[in-house]
């Protein structure tokens, strides 16, 4: 069994900074690309930013420049650092992974999700 789990979001001011976590457990034998999505209300699911395991990166545009992800192949986490955040980026966001586990399946996984709320 395979589990992401996230943490680090919360309440922030326009123009704060935050960071999310998204952590791998379980029969964890490898972990390819690592990607980091968001819902706002009423939208669909959107793209954020992914990164591949030798750290090659892409990002939505809405927030590049602003975000930065990276991740700790040793921890098997994925992190999300969030800069200048604006109102608009106000979500839940899901950390997402292609991972390959001991009895050699290979599964597309999700965390539970975090809210990030932008507001004064």
């Known amino acids: 069994q395979v589990q992401l789990v996230e943490s680090g979001g919360g309440l922030v001011q326009p123009g704060g900074s935050l960071r999310l976590s998204c952590a791998a457990s379980?029969?964890?034998?490898?972990?390819?690309?690592m990607a980091w999505y968001r819902q706002a209300p009423g939208k669909e699911r959107e793209l954020v930013a992914t990164?591949?395991?030798?750290?090659?990166?892409n990002y939505a545009d809405s927030v590049k420049g602003r975000f930065t992800i990276s991740r700790d192949n040793a921890k098997n986490t994925v992190y999300l650092r969030m800069n200048s955040l604006k109102p608009e980026d106000t979500a839940v966001y899901y950390c997402?992974?292609?991972?390959?586990?001991?009895?050699?399946?290979?599964?597309?996984?999700w965390g539970q999700g975090t809210q990030v709320t932008v507001s004064s």
């Open positions: 990164i591949t395991r030798g750290g090659s990166t």
């Open positions: 997402n992974a292609a991972i390959l586990a001991y009895d050699m399946s290979l599964g597309d996984y």
């Open positions: 379980g029969s964890v034998l490898r972990i390819n690309t």
